[in-house]
């Protein structure tokens, strides 16, 4: 603790140096720390896969809505702190080891180890800020960090309590927690005696704020491509194999096309030339990424479940993981759009209409034909994205747009 008091007496040096001109770049450290986060994406998609019910399913969201927010919560800090000094590294690898052990924990979430992802899980929300309040003393980021703390203590008494409960109790604890720290941010982390944190003191590097999730973006793709891979490799070389390998392969650079292709720079560019970059990156990225990398999760369990047996008839469970994920990553979409431009895409919610017609006849075709059809669903939406007709991100803001983008 004596080096953390230190590191107050000297915040400034702790803080990435504003005045550099460009955007900051994202370090190797952050690109090291968020290997650790490939391993629990991976152990989600398991989890999904032995856990193929709607309570199975429900569990797997909470589980990647806590993982999520303890590296969301270690992305703001890194945007602000500079991960290239020696006392932020230690921290990051300190987080690394305990996200590690949280990580290691989620197939037994409900079972043994709760207390694990409880434990784990307070100690990073709760460490992390304890070290920033310590770190930015006499900073006027120190009393938004504060306020943090607070809340992060309140979600980790739940977090806590949730890992020494059972069975619905500890979700219900533990669903607590999460809406705390979800809710946190909205609220503007308002604290008896403390006030309320606006999205203006957010003082982010919109860019690199943008590119890290980015980053967790492509490491939810990487599990699919591990998936396809791998079980591909496991089973017979058969035409119906290769064929579903084509679709699941296809599907996934659909995905990745939607994301990439034109949005992901264009809000990119958008956030970093905002006004108030703590507000989109607090509902374009923080609220919203998630519900994208979910679609991302179920579509690279469903691709397992294809790949395995393409040709028998899908089970409800598949059928619902094979239109679900894709289902779910174009609502995710739709609403990062429309939050960073405040438009409609139409394609998108088109596309979420016809996923919800094939469901009419998923258990009538086999899994094979089925994943074709969703893949084919979201191949036609990215295709949209490139005819002339349609708007497009990079399109200057519409007349009665402010200087953000946002409508006055």
């Known amino acids: 603790m004596s080096d953390l008091a230190e590191a107050g007496s000297r915040a400034p040096q702790l803080l990435r140096d504003r005045d550099r001109s460009g955007a900051h770049r994202v370090t190797n450290i952050e690109l090291f720390f968020d290997l650790v986060y490939v391993f629990a994406v991976t152990q989600l998609s398991h989890y999904l896969l032995h856990h193929a019910t709607v309570t199975g399913a429900l569990q797997a969201g909470l589980l990647l809505v806590m993982v999520w927010l303890v590296w969301s919560y270690t992305t703001w800090v890194t945007n602000w702190l500079d991960p290239d000094l020696m006392t932020v590294r230690l921290l990051l690898v300190a987080l690394m080891l305990i996200s590690l052990a949280m990580s290691a924990s989620l197939p037994r979430a409900f079972e043994d180890l709760g207390l694990w992802i409880g434990?784990?899980?307070?100690?990073?929300?709760?460490?992390?800020?304890?070290?920033?309040?310590?770190?930015?003393?006499?900073?006027?980021?120190?009393?938004?960090?504060?306020?943090?703390?607070?809340?992060?203590?309140?979600?980790?008494?739940?977090?806590?309590?949730?890992?020494?409960?059972?069975?619905?109790?500890?979700?219900?604890?533990?669903?607590?927690?999460?809406?705390?720290?979800?809710?946190?941010?909205?609220?503007?982390?308002?604290?008896?005696?403390?006030?309320?944190?606006?999205?203006?003191?957010?003082?982010?590097?919109?860019?690199?704020?943008?590119?890290?999730?980015?980053?967790?973006?492509?490491?939810?793709?990487?599990?699919?491509?591990?998936?396809?891979?791998?079980?591909?490799s496991e089973v017979k070389v058969t035409t119906a194999a290769v064929t579903s390998f084509v679709v699941a392969f296809a599907g996934a650079v659909a995905l990745w096309w939607l994301y990439f292709d034109q949005s992901a720079e264009a809000a990119a560019e958008k956030i970093a030339r905002s006004d108030d970059p703590g507000r989109l990156g607090r509902s374009a990225y923080h609220l919203i990424h998630p519900v994208m990398v979910a679609g991302?999760?179920?579509?690279?369990?469903?691709?397992?479940?294809?790949?395995?047996?393409?040709?028998?008839?899908?089970?409800?469970?598949?059928?619902?993981?094979?239109?679900?994920?894709?289902?779910?990553?174009?609502?995710?979409?739709?609403?990062?759009?429309?939050?960073?431009?405040?438009?409609?895409?139409?394609?998108?919610?088109?596309?979420?209409?016809?996923?919800?017609?094939?469901?009419?006849?998923?258990?009538?075709?086999?899994?094979?034909?089925?994943?074709?059809?969703?893949?084919?669903?979201?191949?036609?939406?990215?295709?949209?994205?490139?005819?002339?007709w349609i708007p497009h991100p990079a399109e200057p803001p519409r007349t009665g747009a402010g200087a953000d983008g946002q409508f006055r």
């Open 119 to 232: 434990g784990a899980y307070a100690v990073q929300q709760i460490g992390r800020t304890v070290f920033m309040v310590i770190a930015l003393r006499g900073h006027p980021l120190e009393a938004n960090f504060q306020r943090i703390l607070a809340w992060c203590v309140a979600s980790s008494v739940l977090a806590v309590a949730g890992g020494l409960a059972h069975g619905h109790a500890r979700v219900l604890l533990w669903l607590g927690s999460v809406c705390i720290d979800l809710l946190g941010g909205v609220a503007g982390f308002w604290t008896p005696g403390l006030g309320r944190s606006r999205t203006s003191d957010w003082t982010i590097e919109g860019g690199h704020f943008a590119e890290r999730c980015q980053a967790f973006i492509l490491i939810a793709l990487g599990e699919s491509i591990v998936i396809i891979g791998a079980t591909l």
């Open 296 to 388: 991302i999760i179920v579509c690279a369990a469903a691709d397992e479940q294809v790949l395995s047996d393409p040709g028998q008839a899908a089970s409800t469970a598949a059928a619902w993981m094979v239109l679900g994920g894709p289902a779910l990553f174009l609502a995710g979409h739709a609403a990062f759009k429309f939050v960073v431009w405040r438009v409609l895409s139409w394609p998108r919610l088109a596309g979420i209409a016809a996923l919800a017609l094939l469901a009419l006849a998923g258990r009538a075709i086999p899994a094979l034909a089925l994943g074709a059809c969703a893949a084919g669903v979201v191949v036609a939406v990215a295709i949209t994205d490139r005819l002339p």
